[in-house]
Every structure is written in structure tokens, then in C-alpha cells.
């Protein structure tokens, strides 16, 4: 099953070029999708059409069986995004009020909202920590605050833009983790990232985009190796298996 689909989707400045030009693209329920291009290719803005944070003049996309534009408010319940600075996303004093915030506005009953917020700090690893102020927190653990928020709102679809990025090796970790049981669970994920390295043994597909467009879409291990003609670097995974093959045709 399709959940989501996208049809002669462009995006443009006003009186600008394109920075989408003609996106056609579907994505099956449960996927694990990594894009990449460089900056500029038109990543972060294709992951803003899928709940509507931008919406495009020309093209449709469609999330769960229903057009984004037509229903607002449902997209952004069943897409939830992780933005590159986790401190954007952060509201509450505490980080039990942080993740309530979405639940709240949802209309959740209070005892709901309690439940809620407590299995989903659980599953981050943040329950021990949900009396604390977020600013305590580190990068790593910010960024699974961000997460929590997002899980809060029961999304079918879960969107990373940059999510390694300023996070120390520790970090780093802690987010490899809440992916991979974030997919075993059945989640659709989309990545975007310059790290190829830190998604190499999770991601199915591999996109990727340059000026607007996307330029390849397939298998992660056989677009990867065309992945440095677009300006993203090939993980030291895929460099090395390559020179070992190089190696044994001599």
C-alpha cells in the first residue's frame, strides 16, 4: 500500500526557478527511504509538502489515501517531522509538558494526554528525565525529545531532516537507535542527510536530488554508488567494499 503519493509536484519563488520541478514519487507503507543531493537540491522542501508546512502551486500530494492541502490538520498528525535544530521544537518547560504539547492541542483528554506522554518518553529512554528542564539535555538526547513529540501525535509517517547533524558520536547512537525501532515497528521513514555512513544498514530506497529534480531512486546499495556525481559523499562502508573487489580482479 501507498502512503504517500506525489504527482507532478513544482515548487517555485516567485518569479524564481524551480525548486521542485516536476516530483513524481510514491512511497510504500514501512519504507525506509534516505534522500540525499546538495544543499540546495530540494530535500528539506520536498519533506515540507508532506504535511503542508509548505504547499506547492502546481502538483498534488497525497498522504494516507487524502490530499494534503485538503486536510491540514490530518497531514500533520500522520507525518511527523524532526527538523535539523532540535531546539526549534522544543515549547515545554519540563519535558513532560514538552511532549504534551501536541496531544493538548489535539484535544486529548487529560488522563490521555498522562498516558500518552509517559509510554512515548519510555520509549525514547526519556522518562527518568521527564521533571527536567530541556535545556539540561543533551544534543543526543534533545534530538529524542524531538522525536518524543512527534511519536506523541501517533504518526504513520516519520520525517528526519538532517538528524545527525551537530551531534557527537554518542548522539549519534542514541538517534541510529530510535530509527531502527521506529521502522521495526513498522513505521514509514524518510531521511534526509549528507551522512550516508550513519544510514547505510537501515535504509531499503535511496533518492537522490539535484536542482529540484530526482535524479535516482532505487535499491540504497545500487544508487549509493552513484551518489559522489551528485555531491554526496560515498559511506567508507561502500568505498571499501569497493576497492576489496578492485582489489581481487588484479
Do not use: C
Request: no cysteine; aromatic share 6%; proline share 4%.
Amino acid at each position: 500500500m501507498n502512503i504517500i503519493e506525489i504527482s507532478n509536484l513544482t515548487h517555485r519563488i516567485i518569479g524564481g526557478k524551480p525548486i521542485l520541478n516536476n516530483i513524481n514519487l510514491t512511497v510504500k507503507e514501512g519504507e525506509f527511504i534516505v534522500v540525499a543531493g546538495a544543499n540546495g537540491s530540494g530535500k528539506s522542501t520536498l519533506f515540507k509538502q508532506l504535511n503542508g508546512l509548505l504547499v506547492a502551486g502546481q502538483g498534488r500530494v497525497k498522504v494516507d489515501g487524502v490530499f494534503v492541502a485538503d486536510d491540514l490538520k490530518r497531514a500533520r498528525q500522520k507525518v511527523g517531522m524532526i527538523f535539523q535544530e532540535a531546539d526549534s521544537q522544543i515549547v515545554g518547560e519540563t519535558v513532560f509538558d514538552d511532549v504534551a504539547f501536541g496531544p493538548e492541542n489535539l484535544g486529548f483528554p487529560g488522563e490521555d494526554v498522562e498516558r500518552v506522554v509517559n509510554r512515548t518518553l519510555d520509549l525514547v529512554g526519556l522518562l527518568g528525565l521527564k521533571e527536567s528542564p530541556p535545556h539540561i539535555l543533551s544534543g543526543g538526547e534533545k534530538r529524542r525529545l524531538a522525536i518524543a513529540g512527534v511519536l506523541a501525535m501517533t504518526p504513520k509517517v516519520i520525517v528526519f531532516d538532517e538528524p545527525f547533524s551537530n551531534l557527537d558520536y554518542p548522539g549519534i547512537q542514541q538517534v541510529q537507535t530510535q530509527m531502527a525501532a521506529l521502522h521495526s515497528e513498522r513505521h514509514t521513514i524518510l531521511v534526509a542527510t549528507h551522512n550516508l555512513e550513519t544510514v547505510a544498514d537501515m535504509a531499503d530506497r535511496l533518492i537522490l536530488m539535484e536542482e529540484g529534480k530526482i535524479v535516482k531512486d532505487g535499491p540504497f546499495y545500487q544508487v549509493v554508488h552513484s551518489a559522489e556525481a551528485f555531491g554526496v559523499r560515498l559511506p567508507q562502508s561502500v568505498q571499501r567494499r569497493g576497492e576489496f573487489q578492485a582489489w581481487l580482479k588484479r
